[in-house]
T-cell receptor
Framework: GAGVSQSPSNKVTEKGKDVELRCDPI?????LYWYRQSLGQGLEFLIY????????KSGLPSDRFSAERTGGSVSTLTIQRTQQEDSAVYLC?????????????FGSGTRLTVV | QQQVKQSPQSLIVQKGGISIINCAYE??????FPWYQQFPGKGPALLIA?????SEKKEGRFTISFNKSAKQFSLHIMDSQPGDSATYFC?????????????FGKGTTLSVSS
């Protein structure tokens, strides 16, 4: 597609359940990023995939969070045993290789609400 | 540790006025400084970016001023319009090196009154 697609756009889940968030990046973009946006907290980096390199997982807040990217394209962010503090908008972005200095293209995000 | 500090948190400007948002960074290895604009319900979109080899970059009504020695950069929006009302994020990264991600400030909510 023309942009970064994220699904679902909204997700309400019960505390303790697992959730999967999906990101379809722009075709040809080798880099893919996940960020979390909480009210008043800006954009918190979670994880970064670049081509076939090992992902940078340094931003994942706990071992309940994991992500994978299959075939260098679609990515899934999984949150296990969700907690209320996980409620936020999860944003995915993609870009060309960093050395080009191009900006990210963000999706519209998945709003996760844990009740 | 907050690597990119952004201020103010919110800003109200009259139509036609100048909006100024400031950011400070700590990591001297940062070499790429973009600004993103976000409207409600949308993801952030790249507005303008600068590298530290220049002190200013202008695109239309938007200007980035960069002070390497002070480790500060700012966004100026000239002739602010109601359509500029949005949340603005500054960011920084070691853009020339592969395997790094943008570090964002906490954002500034701009309201331009008509």
């Amino acid at each position: 597609g023309a942009g970064v697609s994220q699904s679902p756009s909204n997700k309400v889940t019960e505390k303790g359940k697992d959730v999967e968030l999906r990101c379809d990046p722009i075709s040809g973009h080798t880099a893919l990023y996940w960020y979390r946006q909480s009210l008043g907290q800006g954009l918190e980096f979670l994880i970064y995939f670049q081509g076939n390199s090992a992902p940078d997982k340094s931003g994942l807040p706990s071992d309940r969070f994991s992500a994978e990217r299959t075939g260098g394209s679609v990515s899934t962010l999984t949150i296990q045993r969700t907690q209320q503090e996980d409620s936020a908008v999860y944003l995915c972005a993609s870009s060309l290789a960093w050395k080009d200095g191009t900006g990210y293209t963000f999706g519209s995000g998945t709003r996760l609400t844990v009740v | 540790q907050q690597q990119v500090k952004q201020s103010p948190q919110s800003l109200i400007v009259q139509k036609g006025g100048i909006s100024i948002i400031n950011c400070a960074y700590e990591n001297t290895a940062f070499d790429y400084f973009p600004w993103y604009q976000q409207f409600p319900g949308k993801g952030p979109a790249l507005l303008i970016a600068i590298r530290p080899d220049v002190s200013e970059k202008k695109e239309g009504r938007f200007t980035i001023s960069f002070n390497k020695s002070a480790k500060q950069f700012s966004l100026h929006i000239m002739d602010s319009q109601p359509g500029d009302s949005a949340t603005y994020f500054c960011a920084a990264s070691r853009g020339h090196q592969a395997g790094t991600a943008l570090i964002f400030g906490k954002g500034t909510t701009l309201s331009v009154s008509s």
